[in-house]
């Protein structure tokens, strides 16, 4: 019997002193994984640094260098020379993206520009009847909602009857803001449509919304002071920069206030010579952009057949005589071909008649130059080809129907 509990004990000793092998077994382990999992993650934190910047950290560096996390540009520019002595294009590409890594990290930081827009509902100049579906509501009072949104900075214009309504945005992209007066910031209108009393007794009503001829902007001028204004449409991003409107035609549509029917007449005053500047900007920057594309566009070269007097001078008769009901001018012309094209009858192979081409510039009632294309054609009558016929202007073929710059057009 006791040899029966003596065995029992050793047995329960032997297996305790297992488990606890094991349990200790298992925290060495475990220790093991988790120091190797920190050293792992140590080496990988540090090689992203080290991508990121080109730098290498406390390997490349002395001691006192190592637990430096900031650098002053030219002491970064120092410890690039330092690591990459022999290479100046690396240099040059690790410090580049330093720079921008940097300012990156500053605009992150940058404290958010707070809206200069109150949460009050303000006045309208004039009341504008907002269109929503089939029914219109005349709006005398709205807020404004200035927001970031996926477009850029938007400005909504929520009426009293419905202040959770988007019923008018406006945008304004990198290339408005640039071009504002100093101390504003003009806006086009994106969504929305209204109808509104235009013109010097404001007798006229006219409905404005988005893809119309007339187009319509907003411009933000002081704390809670946004100015709408129309014209007509002038340029239509045509050379990829914004278009801009006549100035002969801009309305002043409303002014949004604080009330006070004084606040109202000044503004409406104030505000026109601040349009017509930036419309101004617009316009200067798009013929900028209109001449220096029009630069590339030449006057095509005489052919072969522009020594041929008569068929020249029967070109300029014809041309001229077209043009001219559109009150054009014919400024130049050249025929390019250097002989006759042949045409013919695709299945019996009879010849049909020959033509020439030619290119020729006018000036047109805008004093507006354009390059442009003529044919002439002489119809086989079976033995030989008849007297000349104007074979009218080429339409829809590059590189005619282009604008050109006056100068290039003589």
Not at 242 to 261: A, C, F, R
Request: hydrophobic share 35%; glycine share 8%; net charge positive.
């Amino acid at each position: 019997m006791k040899k029966i509990i003596l065995l029992l004990v050793l047995a329960l000793c032997y297996n305790t002193s297992n488990a606890q092998l094991g349990k200790m077994l298992k925290k060495k382990a475990k220790a093991a994984v988790e120091k190797k999992l920190k050293n792992k993650e140590e080496a990988s934190s540090s090689s992203k640094s080290d991508n990121a910047t080109g730098m290498v950290g406390s390997t490349s560096t002395s001691n006192k260098n190592a637990s430096k996390t900031e650098y002053t540009d030219e002491e970064f520019k120092a410890e690039l020379a330092k690591k990459y002595p022999n290479d100046q294009a690396k240099q040059d590409l690790y410090y580049q993206k330093y720079l921008e890594k940097k300012q990156k990290e500053a605009d992150a930081n940058k404290p958010k520009t707070a809206s200069n827009i109150s949460d009050d509902f303000l006045y309208m100049s004039y009341p504008f009847a907002m269109t929503k579906g089939m029914s219109a509501v005349g709006v005398d009072r709205v807020k404004l909602r200035r927001q970031m949104t996926d477009m850029g900075d938007n400005i909504d214009v929520l009426p009293a009857q419905d202040p959770d309504y988007a019923w008018l945005r406006f945008l304004t992209t990198p290339e408005l803001e640039a071009m504002s007066p100093e101390g504003y910031i003009g806006y086009e209108l994106v969504s929305g449509m209204f109808t509104t009393k235009v013109g010097a007794d404001r007798s006229q009503t006219l409905e404005l919304g988005t893809g119309m001829p007339i187009l319509v902007r907003g411009m933000l001028i002081a704390d809670d002071v946004f100015v709408i204004y129309a014209a007509s449409h002038q340029g239509g991003h045509a050379f990829n920069v914004p278009s801009y409107m006549h100035q002969k035609d801009i309305t002043i549509l409303n002014v949004i206030g604080k009330g006070e029917q004084q606040f109202h007449l000044d503004w409406l005053e104030k505000a026109k010579p601040i349009v017509i500047e930036f419309e101004a900007t617009l316009k200067a920057n798009y013929d900028a952009a209109a001449k220096s594309t029009m630069a590339a566009i030449k006057m095509p070269k005489a052919g072969t057949m522009n020594s041929n007097t008569s068929l020249v001078n029967f070109a300029k008769q014809n041309v001229s005589k077209t043009i001219e009901k559109d009150g054009a001018q014919l400024l130049k012309l050249n025929i390019e071909s250097n002989d006759w094209s042949v045409v013919k009858n695709k299945y019996t192979g009879h010849i049909l008649y020959r033509w020439i081409k030619g290119a020729f510039t006018e000036k047109n009632k805008n004093n507006d130059c354009y390059l442009q294309g003529f044919l002439i054609k002489q119809q086989y009558n079976g033995s030989g080809y008849g007297s000349s016929e104007f074979g009218g202007i080429i339409h829809g073929q590059m590189p005619y129907g282009q604008k050109i710059n006056c100068e290039n057009a003589n």
